[in-house]
């Protein structure tokens, strides 16, 4: 099982990065990070390629429900054979609100 998110990092030019991360469960490592100015569904797809090359796909994906993971990116990542498994964001009308607590940690402490 392994979990994806971002987190943002402010620059000393004012600008913003978006950190992309993939952890595994197993041994709370990383196993893929990479870094843009402008995250898009196809380009988190990508990264999704370039983590899990050959036949070392996790049978289980947990995410957040961040509109970034659109359309290009869950038939990515459902054409690796990964079952996502989507969380609910805080403050969504009728669900208790879970965090990431696995990438909460590792995006705190970056």
Do not use: K
């Not at 952890?23 to 990070?33: E, K, S, T």
């Not at 380009?43 to 090359?53: G, H, L, N």
């Not at 359309?71 to 964001?89: E, K, N, Y």
Request: glycine residues 6%; hydrophobic residues 45%; proline residues 5%.
């Amino acid at each position: 099982m392994v979990s994806v998110d971002f987190f943002t990092v402010p620059t000393i030019q004012l600008r913003v990065l978006y950190v992309f991360v993939i952890l595994a469960h197993d041994r709370r490592r990383v196993l893929h990070f990479n870094v843009t100015e402008h995250p898009t569904a196809a380009w988190s797809a990508q990264q999704m390629v370039e983590a899990f090359p050959d036949a070392t796909v996790p049978r289980y994906l947990v995410r957040d429900c961040d509109g970034i993971y659109g359309h290009d990116f869950t038939t990515r990542v459902d054409g690796l054979g990964i079952q996502q498994v989507p969380i609910s964001a805080p403050g969504v009308r009728g669900r208790t609100a879970m965090r990431n607590g696995l990438l909460e940690v590792f995006a705190e402490n970056a």
